[in-house]
């Protein structure tokens, strides 16, 4: 149990997506934004030999959590947030501090980004738009505040707040204000996931004594467990049809994706290699799943984001290292 608990903390307290940590080795274009946003400065993409200036738009584009390579000094500092088109072109920086800022979720409208950072000195959500500039602090708590994921309406925002080995998921407006908790107990609830029609949340939880995925109305009431296994499942994330959940699990031995039906249970693996891949995230129409992978490198500083068909076939380098957090539309 206790071996559960520490992993938990890794996955959990630090990157959310079951992957591991550390410093990422170089690979993305570097964009000029203010750590604040108040001044925006013309991007700069690098595609092979190519180099241009454009304005780049959330669509169809992917927001990912990499290290900023002139961070690499430290594991937790230094985790920036990035936009890139879903073949891995036109890489725009939005963050730029020597904090952890990551776990980005596109708006439904597509026109600002919300995001955990430790910029104040502890995790708390904060929203910027969609260039990375008017950056508000959402939260303040002493607890850490983390995984946000936008309603599908845009009026609400769910997180996790706690530390360590226990943390609830908590819901508020998406302006910050009247926060509300929606599960109470002693254990780890964490990465909520919304449901197409705004009706139920996922989420990830030990309360069984390992990790798995659950289910429960918007007020935290009508909890349902999905998976029941021995081993680890997290980092849900509901498809835009509302009809299946894909998740993260290590019961092959290793962490691979998953996707899970949710009217009959059936669970299908969609990636089987000796490798630790993990975050999916769906594409706007579902039919794609954007994830993080280690196959073409030796360790989990070689995560690069890979894209293959949402039945597991199909899968494609993007070329760009990094997590997955949140695909646009």
């Not at 360790?299 to 199909?314: H, L, P, Q, R």
């Amino acid at each position: 149990m206790e071996f559960i608990r520490a992993h938990l903390k890794l996955i959990l307290e630090y990157i959310p997506i079951a992957l591991g940590i550390g410093a990422l080795a170089v690979g993305f274009g570097r964009g000029c934004f203010s750590s604040d946003g108040a001044e925006p400065a013309e991007t700069t993409i690098v595609s092979g030999s190519a180099t241009t200036t454009t304005t780049l738009l959330p669509d169809d584009r992917i927001v990912v959590q990499w290290l900023n390579d002139s961070d690499r000094g430290s594991y937790f500092a230094g985790f920036e947030i990035f936009v890139m088109n879903a073949d891995g072109t036109q890489v725009q920086q939005l963050t730029d501090n020597w904090n952890f800022d990551g776990v980005a979720s596109w708006s439904p409208d597509k026109d600002h980004i919300t995001f955990q950072s430790d910029r104040d000195g502890d995790s708390e959500i904060f929203v910027m738009n969609a260039e990375g500039m008017q950056v508000r602090q959402l939260t303040e708590s002493d607890l850490d505040d983390r995984f946000p994921a936008w309603s599908p309406d845009g009026g609400f925002i769910a997180f996790g707040r706690g530390r360590d080995t226990n943390s609830e998921i908590f819901v508020m407006n998406a302006d910050g204000t009247q926060v509300r908790q929606l599960t109470d107990n002693d254990y780890v609830d964490e990465e909520p996931t919304w449901s197409p029609d705004g009706d139920h949340i996922a989420f990830a939880s030990d309360r069984d004594g390992d990790l798995e995925i659950f289910v429960m109305d918007v007020v935290g009431s009508q909890v349902r467990q999905l998976t029941d296994n021995i081993y680890i499942d997290g980092v849900p994330a509901w498809s835009p049809d509302g009809d299946h959940i894909a998740f993260a699990s290590d019961r092959d031995g290793d962490l691979e994706i998953f996707v899970l039906n949710i009217d009959n249970g059936e669970e299908r693996q969609l990636t089987d290699n000796d490798s630790v891949e993990g975050t999916p995230v769906w594409s706007p129409d579902g039919d794609r799943i954007a994830f993080a992978s280690e196959r073409y490198g030796v360790a989990w500083s070689d995560t690069e984001i890979f894209v293959m068909d949402a039945d597991g076939s199909n899968v494609d380098p993007t070329g760009q290292r990094g997590w997955p957090t949140s695909w646009g539309g």
